[in-house]
T-cell receptor
Framework: DAKTTQPNSMESNEEEPVHLPCNHSTISGTDYIHWYRQLPSQGPEYVIHGLTSNVNNRMASLAIAEDRKSSTLILHRATLRDAAVYYCILRDHRDDKIIFGKGTRLHILP | ETGVTQSPTHLIKTRGQQVTLRCSSQSGHNTVSWYQQALGQGPQFIFQYYREEENGRGNFPPRFSGLQFPNYSSELNVNALELDDSALYLC??????????FGPGTRLTVL
């Protein structure tokens, strides 16, 4: 399975943008880049996904490098409720399972 | 639209016992996946059911088994419990291979 590398933890101030990096140098052509997050005492929740082009939704933006070997999840204006573990995941469109790593624990400072 | 629900929320068992965990899928979803999450780790894929058939399995021994019912709800059964089975068990439902929606999990403690 292709793997991702993320920092163990990050801090950001409330109401500022947050850029969460992810490296996936062994990505294959059929892998989509997915982001999930897990708030304390909850199951993971889907955030965003993309293949090649940058993506935006109501929760976040996903910036994908041209060579697809890295990506960045962007929270435009962090709130205290965004404190969570963020997982960057490669998911083959033919494969149904999700392979989670350890993710990045994001701390938001008031 | 009802989200994914799991029962019970917490459970304590002793080593060697058997346990059944339950999951109700989100309305309209026909696929259920089960994950085990140890403390401080990301979730690990156990198996997936699609239309009542097992559709993929992770690296878990046969004492982890499952069922999916005609209404697409699901059970995870674990026999001969071991101390290392203590974890948060997560169920996720989806429509085909679209995005998975997770339940809140069942916290299992094995003593």
């Amino acid at each position: 399975d292709a793997k991702t590398t993320q920092p163990n933890s990050m801090e950001s101030n409330e109401e500022e943008p947050v850029h969460l990096p992810c490296n996936h140098s062994t990505i294959s052509g059929t892998d989509y880049i997915h982001w999930y997050r897990q708030l304390p005492s909850q199951g993971p929740e889907y955030v965003i996904h993309g293949l090649t082009s940058n993506v935006n939704n109501r929760m976040a933006s996903l910036a994908i490098a041209e060579d697809r070997k890295s990506s960045t999840l962007i929270l435009h204006r962090a709130t205290l409720r965004d404190a969570a573990v963020y997982y960057c995941i490669l998911r083959d469109h033919r494969d149904d399972k999700i392979i989670f790593g350890k993710g990045t624990r994001l701390h938001i400072l008031p | 639209e009802t989200g994914v629900t799991q029962s019970p929320t917490h459970l304590i068992k002793t080593r060697g016992q058997q346990v059944t965990l339950r999951c109700s899928s989100q309305s309209g979803h026909n696929t259920v996946s089960w994950y085990q999450q140890a403390l401080g780790q990301g979730p690990q894929f156990i198996f997936q059911y699609y239309r009542e058939e097992e559709n993929g399995r992770g690296n878990f021994p046969p004492r982890f088994s499952g069922l999916q019912f005609p209404n697409y709800s699901s059970e995870l059964n674990v026999n001969a419990l071991e101390l290392d089975d203590s974890a948060l068990y997560l169920c996720a439902s989806s429509l085909e291979d679209n995005e998975q929606f997770f339940g809140p999990g069942t916290r299992l403690t094995v003593l």
